[in-house]
């Protein structure tokens, strides 16, 4: 791992680092899981391919037809005013026309259904005419192979369909059916270990004392292990002292290529997390340039990835998707991929000082004039967890950026990114 910083670490007051450069190192730092296993397509959804899938048959498997109509011979209607062609049989999806068609011929058709050998194209049945057993059409209206899909036109036998680190979504698990695969090969899933550190916290279901407040991170985490697609164990709420945080390092680190807590990473007299990772693991770096989330801790625990998030709810969602959602990524086996970024107008002054990178919250519509438009969920303490709700998006704000006035366009990334 990269230690460059770990001297940052005795000294708090050292420069602190930039989100590129903290996101950079974490996924340098971070493996990707090595194991595959071979899955039936019911179990892959959301799994990451480990291997490239090729297709051993053309997509579709044969020319069929686009529409329901006539399958006709496009040189029979060359030249006439009005063609008459004659029902010589049909072919249904799943239940071909075996004969052969002559000149003078047509075929009934539907979607889907294979084109007889010697028809070219399809005639929509909405364009004909049909009299008994003849059917009548304008030929000025017909374009020589219209309607007719290719074999091969999707995917070629021989084609790779998909390639490794792809996450096998909906589209993905219909696609290789489309191909005849039915089982794949993808990454085992990645195991995530967390809880929660601090005195003051009691699970719901609990009444308050005088002093406590509900934990929310593990909720939270809960929420975003589980979208992440991600095996995970909750080992609850952990009391801020240093045996029982080192027990818990112990046991997280033990059953989880990656252990994340929440609280105790800021330099209260309570907080035992960076010590303990020091103690037990590696630590890298413990202050970003961001706001919320400054203290983050991140390094290793025997073989496991460990972050350390800050306690408060708005900077744990904010580090898990900004830090912990790239590295779990990785570590699943995805393909890289670049966040979803767009420029909105806003629709608020906002406050900010030049110092550190702050993800505001923000709600993303589209104005009268359809352009985009983005208005403040107000409060933006890093304890205020309903903005997070009211919010569909970022507000990312650079470190430079001395505040937005009221039209400024800034910079935004949809929580439908993550
Ligand atoms: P800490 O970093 O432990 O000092 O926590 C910072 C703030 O976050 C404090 O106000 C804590 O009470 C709060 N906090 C810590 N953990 C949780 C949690 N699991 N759920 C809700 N709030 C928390
Ligand atoms: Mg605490």
């Not at 000025?140 to 036109?153: I, P």
């Not at 900004?322 to 420029?343: N, S, T, W």
Request: proline residues 5%; contains cysteine.
């Amino acid at each position: 791992m990269n230690d460059t910083t770990v001297d940052c670490c005795a000294d708090p007051s050292q420069k602190l680092l930039s989100l590129e450069q903290g996101r950079q190192r974490i996924l340098d730092a971070v493996p990707a899981v090595a194991d595959h296993e071979q899955l039936h397509l019911h179990a892959a959804l959301n799994r990451v391919l480990a291997e490239p899938v090729v297709s051993a048959i053309d997509v579709p498997p044969f020319a069929n037809s686009a529409m329901d109509g006539y399958a006709i011979r496009h040189a029979d209607s060359a030249n006439a005013a009005l063609c008459t062609l004659t029902v010589a049989g049909e072919s249904f999806a799943g239940r071909p026309f075996d004969g052969q068609l002559e000149s003078g011929q047509c075929i009934r058709i539907m979607t889907g259904a294979v084109m007889p050998d010697s028809a070219d194209t399809v005639l929509m049945q909405e364009h004909v005419e049909r009299n008994g057993e003849q059917i009548q059409f304008a030929p000025a209206n017909v374009r020589a192979g219209e309607n007719v899909r290719h074999a091969g036109e999707d995917t070629r036998a021989g084609q790779q369909v998909l390639e490794p680190g792809k996450v096998l979504g909906p589209s993905e698990l219909g696609l290789l059916a489309s191909v005849g695969v039915g089982e794949v090969r993808v990454r085992r899933k990645l195991r995530v270990a967390f809880f929660s550190t601090g005195d003051e916290l009691t699970s719901v279901g609990t009444p308050l004392r005088h002093g406590q407040i509900y934990d929310s991170n593990r909720y939270a985490l809960y929420g975003l292990l589980s979208n992440a697609g991600v095996d995970f164990h909750d080992l609850g709420v952990i009391p801020d002292q240093r045996d029982a945080v080192r027990k818990a390092f112990q046991q997280a680190a033990s059953i989880a290529d990656l252990v994340l807590t929440s609280g105790g990473v800021s330099v209260g007299e309570a907080d035992f997390v960076t010590e303990t990772l020091e103690e037990l693991g590696e630590i890298n770096f413990w202050r970003m340039a961001m706001k919320p989330g400054k203290p983050l801790a991140f390094g290793k625990l025997g073989d496991a990835v460990f972050f350390g998030l800050p306690g408060n709810p708005v900077s744990v969602m904010v580090t898990f998707y900004q830090f912990v959602l790239p590295a779990i990524r990785k570590m699943r086996g995805e393909q890289a991929r670049d966040p979803l970024l767009f420029e909105a107008r806003c629709a608020n002054s906002l406050k900010k000082a030049a110092g550190r990178a702050e993800f505001q919250r923000g709600i993303l519509q589209r104005d009268a004039d359809g352009s985009w438009v983005v208005s403040t969920t107000g409060l933006q303490g890093s304890h205020v967890l309903s903005s997070m709700s009211h919010a569909n998006c970022f507000i990312l704000l650079a470190a430079e950026n001395t505040g937005v006035s009221e039209g400024d366009s800034v910079l935004v990334q949809p929580f439908s990114d993550f």
